[in-house]
């Protein structure tokens, strides 16, 4: 690659990554979407890899979800991301597929109630990936959890060792799916931080469109790099991760949870 | 002794052909169900994204379970040296072989993808208990089989022993084994606890002899095989120490959870309001399961009788199969935790029981595994010779 | 009726059956069709393809999903995008359809592939009404296909 051994920092190593791939078109996509409203994500994060390369681990992507921001009964980013995955139910609420979910909290002492959405939480030390007997769950160098439905036999133990219930099983042949994101009977399937989009440069669709109800209740971006926007929210803000005493590391984080 | 101690049966009696043809049916009917949750997905069974493992699952453990306490008649002649059980050691291996197949076929037909299978077999994650486990139970197919072959082959008996040594270690490990599937959730209240391990195997030893006894029983009388006296004492006192053993485990595993603040939403759940699982807890498990065949085996109302004994081994049963379901289900029922002390509520029932009714092809699908144990045991025993000739007192106890 | 009628009506049905499946199952198979892709030619030499196609899906598979990379020329979405076969709708024809192009030879072949379980096997509505494949006429099918079992055989 580009960058050797010889760049130590972080940074350092994005730059360099940035100019090689100046002329991407991803890059210019990723412009694009700047659509009114969202304008939470600054250039430096909507990068994509170059052709043919692989997701590195100098990256760790993550999200951070304002608590303060999200409103009781507002569902875009759920809406966005079965339309963007195609995972749309079939109508029976226990069995469909949520591959994200708004939670409602209330204090039983204050009566005081938030709502967040919750998703695979991308742990760094992700119960599933160690569980699962065949490999099929497994974590890319970037910190993003994946189901390899190509090696997944769909027994379910992953489900059984997620703290989040963020993993559903596909109870049902499907049919209609989005090019970008197969799906299939007899497999489980969660949340990807849309690792279609995020590889050539965007935005995972939740965190647009949240961007798009001018809400900006989430934030996607690299965790490693001390510049982005997320690493500096968190660096400023006090967040938490969910369960934190599990020692999980959830890429995820929240802000503004009453505890 | 130099006369044959076993022999095969017949197996052309009327009665056997019966038993094999009902029991067939079962398999076949198991293989259906099977077909039928394939063909459709999991929708047409009861199972969710909350109750994601359900009836098959208790089945599947339930016999696998049973497999390595099923081993024990055979442990307990060969390493600890009682030779009363020696006569016995033979079906006590090939129980454990069918009931261990009969489960993993459950296992294996509930999978989402069957089909991959192949990808089970052939690639592992090393970290996970699951993919152990797959070696754990191919290794005790093997291990047993080889055993059994030591025991049956005249020349080379005197090797049993160290394989009888070899087969007893490795029933614990795969009992532990089972028992981590789900000792391993941390995130699982219900499951987080110590004594899991020493529970199950105290629940594969009071399982598993409980069926074999009544394969025994059965298969004496269907055969006129005599079956003496101080034989089902023993068997009977016994089953009575292992049924104590759960009883003991079970309620260490709840002291020790009533002890530890983070769990006691979870024990009232279980012990107090959970519904049909506190019912199933009560009822099932600690009545039916440990305090009806403590009464059967031991008051001396029923004095030795064998429907008494008999009738204690299928409670053993039952209440084992109620143990798991509130183990295995009534553990996922009960909510994750995912923000403590709050209340928590979304589309996906968080913060609430989950509901679950477990559906036809899954209990077909779980009987079939039964059957095909109990087939492969009746076929055996018609091949081999694994069934001793008597079991009079006379030759099993010379003394 | 005696056994015997039974009997020959029986086994004359059979043979009947037999006979017509057979040559059905011929007449579909010993000519595959498969439809050329748009463009000249494929991301690769045809008979490269032709034989090393199940790899080239496998490891590009195992590259996207696990290692992220993005953009190779072995992609199941462009194979699909690229030999997209018009119905007699004028819409491209799904897996169903006995002339998706991935269909064509693998009946001969014996081969199942579980892939449009998941995957579409369509291209994405946006990329149909940009730009519509047609369907072009076979060439020189015959002589591809021995080709083809030529090098299967050969392969393994």
Redesign the interface.
């Known amino acids: 690659m580009s960058c050797g051994n010889s760049c130590n920092s972080n940074t350092t190593s994005r730059r360099g990554f940035l100019t090689s791939m100046a002329a991407s078109a991803a890059g210019a996509t990723a412009g694009l979407t700047l659509a009114p409203g969202v304008t939470l994500f600054s250039p430096a994060q909507a990068r994509a890899r170059g052709k043919g390369e692989a997701a590195s681990s100098k990256v760790r992507w993550g999200m951070l979800v304002d608590a303060n921001k999200c409103d009781d009964g507002c569902t875009a980013c759920v809406d966005a991301c079965a339309d963007e995955n195609g995972w749309q139910g079939e109508g029976n609420p226990a069995t469909d597929a949520q591959w994200i979910r708004k939670v409602k909290v209330t204090d039983p002492g204050t009566g005081k109630s938030q709502s967040l959405p919750m998703m695979c939480q991308h742990c760094e030390e992700p119960p599933c990936v160690d569980v699962c007997p065949t490999g099929a769950s497994m974590k890319r160098a970037d910190g993003i959890v994946l189901v390899d439905k190509h090696s997944c036999i769909g027994c379910r133990y992953c489900m059984m060792a997620c703290p989040y219930q963020a993993r559903s099983f596909v109870h049902e042949p499907v049919s209609g799916q989005r090019t970008h994101a197969p799906r299939g009977k007899g497999t489980v399937e969660s949340c990807t931080f849309c690792v279609h989009r995020v590889d050539e440069g965007q935005q995972p669709a939740c965190v647009e469109a949240c961007g798009g109800t001018k809400r900006g209740a989430l934030t996607f971006g690299d965790l490693n790099d001390s510049e982005s926007e997320i690493s500096k929210k968190i660096a400023t803000y006090p967040t938490q991760a969910i369960r934190s005493d599990l020692g999980l590391k959830p890429g995820v984080r929240y802000l503004g949870l009453d505890t | 002794m130099s006369r044959e101690i076993h022999k095969r049966i017949e197996g052309r009696s009327p009665a056997f052909l019966a038993l094999i043809a009902g029991l067939g049916i079962l398999v076949l009917l198991g293989m259906g169900s099977a077909w039928t949750m394939?063909h459709?997905?999991?929708?047409i069974t009861g199972?969710?994204?909350?109750i994601?493992?359900g009836m098959p699952h208790v089945f599947a453990v339930f016999l696998i379970v049973a497999a390595s306490g099923a081993l024990n008649v055979a442990s307990i002649s060969s390493v600890f040296g009682r030779t009363a059980y020696k006569p016995l050691s033979r079906l006590s291996v090939v129980l454990a072989i069918a009931l261990l197949v009969g489960g993993l076929s459950v296992l294996v037909l509930d999978?989402?993808?069957?089909?991959?299978?192949i990808?089970?077999m052939t690639?592992?994650?090393f970290?996970?208990?699951?993919?152990w486990n797959?070696y754990l139970y191919v290794g005790f197919i093997a291990i047993a089989g080889v055993y059994l072959w030591l025991m049956m082959e005249r020349s080379l008996n005197r090797f049993s022993k160290p394989a009888g040594m070899v087969a007893f270690i490795w029933r614990l490990a795969l009992t532990t084994g089972t028992g981590s599937?789900f000792g391993?959730?941390?995130?699982?209240q219900a499951y987080d606890a110590a004594v899991m391990a020493p529970l199950f195997i105290a629940m594969s030893f009071a399982f598993g002899l409980a069926i074999f006894i009544l394969v025994i029983m059965f298969t004496s009388g269907g055969t006129g095989r005599e079956l003496g006296e101080a034989m089902v004492r023993r068997l009977k006192n016994l089953l009575g120490i292992f049924v104590g053993a759960v009883l003991y485990f079970t309620i260490v595993q709840h002291l020790t959870n009533i002890y530890a603040a983070e769990h006691h939403a979870v024990e009232r759940f279980i012990l107090l309001d959970g519904g049909i699982y506190t019912t199933l807890f009560w009822v099932g498990q600690i009545i039916i399961g440990g305090a009806l065949p403590l009464v059967l085996l031991f008051t001396p109302l029923f004095a030795d009788s064998r429907e008494a004994i008999a009738l204690a081994a299928l409670s053993v049963i039952a209440g084992g199969m109620a143990q798991l379901y509130v183990i295995i289900i009534g553990g996922?029922a009960f909510p994750?935790?995912?923000?403590p002390?709050?209340?928590?509520?979304?589309?996906?029932?968080?913060g609430s029981i989950?509901?679950y009714s477990p559906s036809l092809p899954e209990i077909g699908l779980g009987i079939g595994g039964v059957a095909l144990a109990l087939v492969i045991v009746a076929m055996a025993v018609k091949i081999l010779a694994l069934l001793p000739r008597t079991l009079a007192d006379a030759e099993t106890d010379p003394t | 009726m005696t056994l015997r009628t039974i009997i020959s009506v029986l086994v004359a049905t059979f043979v009947f059956v037999a006979i017509s499946s057979s040559a059905e199952a011929a007449g579909r198979v010993t000519i595959p069709e498969p439809a050329k892709g748009k463009g000249d030619q494929c991301v690769a030499d045809t008979s490269f393809m032709r034989k090393n196609h199940p790899s080239l899906l496998k490891h590009q598979r195992d590259d996207t999903l696990r290692k992220g990379i993005r953009g190779n020329e072995f992609s199941l979405k462009e194979c699909v995008a690229c030999h997209a076969v018009d119905g007699k709708d004028a819409k491209p024809v799904t897996y169903e359809n006995p002339e998706h192009f991935c269909r064509t030879c693998h009946a001969y072949v014996a081969v199942k592939l579980d892939c449009f379980e998941c995957h579409a096997s369509t291209p994405d509505k946006k990329r149909q009404a940009n730009e519509l494949p047609k369907k072009h006429p076979p060439t020189n099918v015959l002589s591809s296909w021995r080709d083809l079992s030529a090098q299967t055989c050969e392969g393994g």
């Open positions: 394939e459709n997905g999991h929708v199972m969710s994204n909350r994601v493992w999978l989402g993808r069957p089909d991959r299978l990808v089970a690639t592992y994650n970290r996970s208990i699951f993919a797959i599937i391993f959730l941390v995130a699982r996922q994750l935790v995912l923000f002390g709050k209340i928590v509520s979304s589309s996906f029932a968080d989950a509901s």
